[in-house]
Nanobody, 115 residues
Framework: QVQLVESGGGLVQPGGSLRLSCAAS????????MAWYRQAPGKQRELVAR???????NYADSMEGRFTIGRDNDANTVYLQMNTLKPEDTAVYYC?????????WGKGTLVTVSS
């Protein structure tokens, strides 16, 4: 099992940046893939970015070039650097881990992009 705790959300103006962090309760070396999802009000949860232990990454089309996912194995942490934020990026952002084929989720952190 693994517990995931997100942090770093908040209110930011359009065009601004935020960095989200996801702290895992155990070493992430053994976690096959970690990802960020988001869910906006009234919408389904969607993939934002995903990174495997082998270093492969993939991003949702609307975030490509603006968001970057990274992981610090020593700190058991996954990051999401978000730049050039838009109002439509407003959502609760969730950390996800795929550990031995089992899905684990954090409780989420709210990002609000508004002037």
């Amino acid at each position: 099992q693994v517990q995931l705790v997100e942090s770093g959300g908040g209110l930011v103006q359009p065009g601004g940046s935020l960095r989200l962090s996801c702290a895992a309760s155990r070493s992430i070396d053994i976690i096959y893939a970690m990802a960020w999802y988001r869910q906006a009000p009234g919408k389904q949860r969607e993939l934002v970015a995903r990174r495997t232990s082998g270093g492969s990454t993939n991003y949702a089309d609307s975030m490509e070039g603006r968001f970057t996912i990274g992981r610090d194995n020593d700190a058991n942490t996954v990051y999401l650097q978000m730049n050039t934020l838009k109002p439509e990026d407003t959502a609760v952002y969730y950390c996800h881990a795929d550990l031995n084929g089992v899905d684990y989720w954090g409780k989420g952190t709210l990002v609000t992009v508004s002037s």
